[in-house]
């Protein structure tokens, strides 16, 4: 009995059973604040139905504690937990928040696991992950022994990652009787995921939401940064306290939005409460990340209270719940993953959001008090083009990395595999032709040495063929920078007010065959440089783009030694080899000039430019890209000049040229062919 008492979320022992050293009194206020939490209720019913159940699905508003509490309940009952998150930010923070409400230190009993950055050890009872590094160590260890409990948290995301977790798990459940596997999730889907899931219970958290008043623009707005920097000042000016929550895009977008609010705000002086202005998007390091739970700012010499305004990304829509919130700005948008199979290209766009998202970001208003939602957009608008849901992510992205992943692991009928959304057959088929020509399966489908190589990288396929390539081209040093260096955010900055300075700086390192060298040299000169910020700033370079780049880098060079692959670099014919390296993998990714600054991509014959930031002098015959981008025109950016007859001797089987579209390239090709196959006699 006594046993089952201190079990029970209502009873505090005095020492922490995980230490051993008695509780700090931060801890005891911090369970304070965490026994007022709606879930906390809840955990002693979700401990009895595990009992009972192998899944569970728990649903419950945004902020009632279902990422903090659920896990670190169940961990104290001695069982090895692993939470996922769709993003980075949020598995980091996460962890960071529950290590310390369990008065441990992160990276010990809690930690966390995300691309490029592992922080656990062997005492590690709960460790929160990206879905995408919970599928990575399913590759090593398919029945995922190392955990007896799998929480998918923030299922209703519907990220591709967790849409394969979904898929695995049945199979895994299967398999391991012992294991339990609870669904998280904010909003009201539950029900699919109880039917795909079948038999299994829903416990759901009561929410505690107050009235949103909501707010549509009456005419379109042209320019939504600015209407939200607009929106936030009358906020600030003429609204009772309480913080502020905007919702962009990204982070250029929010930069200056940031630097916008801030310079109105010292217009204002004293007239207005303090105003702290805080940016949140993935690309921060986690330390300014956890800015975003500071308090907000006191009153100031006239008495008038201040407060935060956190300008961020889709994360703030229901991954990481800000306190203190009573007015939201909805800009309507967030950058949007797109595939295109025929076209075969994937990218980021900034579209409108879904009505549910809409719905859920003016919720955030409402957590702790009445609050107020200002849509950046007409009423019209949200009814006619605002879509119900959003698509799951797997119905809009390129699978190359995914089938190749469940390869790995051993599954091998794709079609059999239990989607909870099966993929457009076309997308799976691309996905497998690519991997066959990319060698890393074999005509019969199945998974060849150089494909299970390529799966140790935690890069796309075809990043990883060119690491394992290098070797053979000796360049694997430079090959390292590029993969690093296409890993990270631009490194290139171009403020609007100085752009040509920053275009007279990045000439520099402009190499002349192409963006990928250029993207090589800023690294070299980087480390040169002594890593230093002052040269960063100086040169229009991003520092935080560049850090990461190295830590990324020296990853990578962990693995490739690991892997038994040796460093070279030969100063001969280096640009060449390079090149024709990053050939080996992105063969597919290859235009041929039709005519002036025309290019049309040889697959799918699509009209495209070069994008004007490259640092390609003139505008060559032949060039290989590494991004397509749709915007109203069509560019190809990252781009270096080849020669047609490394794409024959390197890819000849991708360039048979039968299904090919009449053009250009396709002729130029054609010809070299015949003109290759005459010398050979
Ligand atoms: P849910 O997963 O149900 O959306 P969470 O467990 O993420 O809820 O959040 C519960 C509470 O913990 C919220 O009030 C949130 O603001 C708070 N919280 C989470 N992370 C932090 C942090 N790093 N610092 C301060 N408070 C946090
Ligand atoms: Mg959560």
């Not at 003429?238 to 200056?256: A, C, N, Q, S, W």
């Not at 961020?312 to 939201?328: M, R």
């Not at 957009?377 to 992943?405: D, M």
């Amino acid at each position: 009995m006594e046993r089952r008492r201190s079990r029970s979320p209502r009873a505090a022992p005095t020492r922490n059973p995980l230490t051993q050293k008695p509780y700090s009194s931060n801890y005891t206020k911090l369970l304070k604040d965490r026994k007022s939490l709606p879930v906390y209720e809840a955990l002693l019913q979700l401990e009895n139905l595990l009992k009972l159940h192998q899944v569970i699905i728990l649903q419950g508003e945004t902020g009632s504690g279902k990422t903090t509490q659920v896990p670190q309940y169940l961990a104290g009952l001695q069982k090895k937990v692993a939470c996922t998150q769709p993003r980075r930010v949020a598995a980091m923070s996460v962890a960071k928040r529950v290590a310390e409400e369990m008065d441990v230190k992160l990276g010990e009993h809690v930690g966390y696991s995300v691309r490029f950055d592992e922080c656990s050890s062997e005492s590690t009872l709960l460790k929160y992950l990206t879905d995408g590094m919970l599928l990575r160590e399913a590759m090593k260890h398919p029945t995922l022994d190392q955990y007896d409990i799998i929480i998918l948290d923030e299922a209703h995301e519907r990220t591709l990652a967790t849409d394969i977790l979904f898929g695995l798990m049945k199979e895994v459940l299967q398999k391991r009787r012992d294991l339990k596997v609870i669904v998280m999730s904010a909003t009201l889907n539950a029900d699919k995921f109880q039917h795909y899931f079948e038999g299994a219970p829903l416990l759901s958290v009561p929410g505690r939401l107050f009235p949103v008043e909501v707010f549509f623009t009456q005419v379109a707005e042209e320019d939504y940064v600015a209407a939200a920097v607009k929106t936030v000042m009358q906020i600030h000016a003429f609204e009772d306290p309480g913080d502020i929550l905007v919702f962009l895009t990204g982070e250029e977008e929010i930069e200056t939005a940031c630097r916008n609010i801030k310079k109105e705000a010292n217009k204002y002086g004293e007239s207005v409460g303090k105003l702290l202005v805080i940016p949140l998007y993935s690309t921060l390091p986690p330390s300014a990340q956890q800015k975003i739970f500071e308090p907000a700012p006191g009153p100031n010499t006239k008495n008038i209270p201040g407060r935060k305004c956190i300008i961020a990304t889709n994360i703030a829509e229901t991954s990481l719940t800000i306190d203190g919130v009573v007015y939201v700005v909805d800009s309507g948008l967030s950058k949007q993953k797109v595939y295109n199979p025929r076209m075969r290209v994937e990218s980021l766009m900034v579209s409108p959001i879904s009505k549910a998202s809409a719905k859920q970001r003016a919720g955030r208003a409402g957590r702790t008090q009445p609050g107020k939602c200002y849509r950046l957009y007409t009423e019209e608008t949200y009814r006619s083009e605002l879509q119900e849901t959003t698509h799951p992510e797997i119905l809009r992205s390129n699978l190359t990395s995914v089938v190749l992943t469940l390869r790995v692991m051993g599954i091998d009928n794709l079609v059999k595999f239990d989607f909870m959304d099966p993929p457009a057959p076309e997308t799976m088929m691309r996905a497998l032709e690519i991997l066959n020509f990319l060698g890393a399966l074999d005509d019969e489908g199945d998974l060849t040495e150089l494909g299970s190589l390529i799966s140790e990288f935690p890069l796309d396929p075809e990043l990883s063929k060119i690491l394992i390539t290098s070797e053979r081209f000796k360049c694997s040093d430079d090959i390292l920078t590029l993969c690093a260096m296409l890993s990270v955010q631009n490194p290139f900055l171009r403020p609007k007010e100085s752009g040509e300075v920053a275009d007279k700086a990045k000439a520099q390192f402009a190499h002349q065959d192409g963006d990928h060298l250029t993207l090589i040299s800023v690294f070299s000169a980087y480390i040169r440089e002594g890593q230093r910020q002052d040269w960063c700033s100086h040169n229009f370079i991003n520092p935080r783009s560049m850090r990461a780049a190295a830590e990324i880098r020296d990853q990578l060079l962990v693995k490739f030694n690991k892997l038994g692959l040796q460093v070279l670099s030969e100063e001969r014919g280096r640009s060449e080899n390079i090149r024709k390296c990053i050939c080996s993998g992105f063969f597919t990714q290859v235009a041929c000039k039709e005519k002036s600054s025309i290019y049309a991509t040889l697959k799918e014959k699509q009209c495209v430019a070069i994008h004007p930031s490259t640092t390609l002098a003139f505008r060559p015959e032949w060039v290989l890209y590494h991004e397509y981008i749709l915007t109203s025109k069509n560019y190809i950016r990252t781009v270096s000049i080849i020669n047609p007859i490394w794409l024959l001797e390197l890819a000849p089987h991708y360039f048979e040229l039968e299904g090919f579209p009449d053009s250009q390239g396709k002729r130029q090709l054609e010809s070299l062919k015949k003109s290759r196959a005459k010398n050979k006699k």
